[in-house]
């Protein structure tokens, strides 16, 4: 039983484009499990701390008002391999440069408004589930369709 997990988010501008249901098709037909998701209209206190790598950077500003827009949808996505794999869904940082089938490569053009997050690492996901779901926690239930995903479940 695969259980890595990854934190995928979609940001304000994806919800605002009606893409919410667009980015869980893609990690829910790929075979991924839904275990966390909800609504939030994150604080700026809160956008500093999942970004807390970036300060600094030119552009935190400029980002962290973007993410502080509107409401994002946050999720958790189990399976195998699934952070290197959110990462190869989701597509590069700059979408001019992700690869057509990948969700930044279909539906976003500039890196400011590139629609969707996941997390880098391992050790990066665990930080973000617990920043973003640390008091919700994620749900633990089987499916029996992981036979027909999984060689060995
Ligand atoms: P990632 O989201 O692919 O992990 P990071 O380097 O962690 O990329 O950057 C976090 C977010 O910051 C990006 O998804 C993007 O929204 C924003 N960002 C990164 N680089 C730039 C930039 O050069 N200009 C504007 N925004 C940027
Ligand atoms: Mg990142």
Redesign the pocket.
């Known amino acids: 039983m695969a259980t890595e997990q990854t934190y995928i988010m979609v940001k304000p501008d994806g919800v605002q484009r009606g893409l919410v249901g667009e980015i869980i098709k893609r990690f829910e037909t790929r075979g991924f499990q839904l275990v966390a998701l909800k609504m939030v209209h994150a604080s700026v206190e809160h956008l500093e701390e999942h ?1 807390k790598d ?1 300060k600094g950077k030119g ?1 935190f500003p ?2 962290i008002k973007y993410m502080n827009s509107g409401p994002v949808v946050a999720m958790v996505w189990q399976g195998k391999d699934v952070v290197k794999q959110g990462r190869v869904l989701l597509g590069a ?1 700059n979408p001019l440069a992700s690869a057509p089938g990948t969700i930044r490569g279909d539906f976003a053009i500039d ?2 408004r ?1 629609i969707c ?1 996941g997390s ?1 690492s391992v050790e990066s996901a665990k930080a973000e589930i617990a920043l973003w779901f640390g008091q919700d926690g994620t749900i633990s239930y089987s499916r029996a369709v992981d036979a027909w995903i999984y060689e060995v479940s």
């Open positions: 970004y970036l552009f400029g980002l940082t890196v400011g590139n997050h880098d």
